[in-house]
């Protein structure tokens, strides 16, 4: 069993940035593929981006480049570096964790991101 909780999101500017954290719990963290993921008004939840237990990372095109997963095992946090943010970036936020022989993980309750002028 483990617990996500996020943090870090909030409105920002076009062209700001946000970091966005998740903080695990209940379970050896450091074995746990990571993802984040958010979902937009009206749109399907999408892969934003995944780091795996040995550091792996791997991007969405539309936010490559921007982006940037990192994991803190010692802290048991996973962190979304947000960089030259666009309002389609706007969405909650979420991150999931999941063991890789698993078909099915853990999730967080979300945090809002809105970019906007």
């Known amino acids: 069993q483990v617990q996500l909780v996020e943090s870090g999101g909030g409105l920002v500017q076009p062209g700001g940035s946000l970091r966005l954290s998740c903080s695990a719990s209940?379970?050896?963290?450091?074995?746990?593929?990571m993802t984040w993921y958010r979902q937009a008004p009206g749109k399907q939840r999408e892969l934003v981006a995944v780091?795996?237990?040995?550091?792996?990372?791997g991007y969405a095109g539309s936010v490559k480049g921007r982006f940037t997963i990192s994991r803190a095992n010692v802290k048991n946090t996973v962190y979304l570096q947000m960089n030259s943010l666009k309002p389609e970036d706007t969405a909650v936020y979420y991150c999931?964790?999941?063991?890789?022989?698993?078909?099915?993980?853990?999730w967080g309750q979300g945090t809002q991101v809105t970019v906007s002028s």
């Open positions: 999931n964790a999941r063991l890789p022989t698993a078909t099915s993980g853990y």
């Open positions: 209940g379970s050896i963290f450091s074995i746990y593929r």
């Open positions: 780091i795996t237990s040995g550091g792996s990372t």
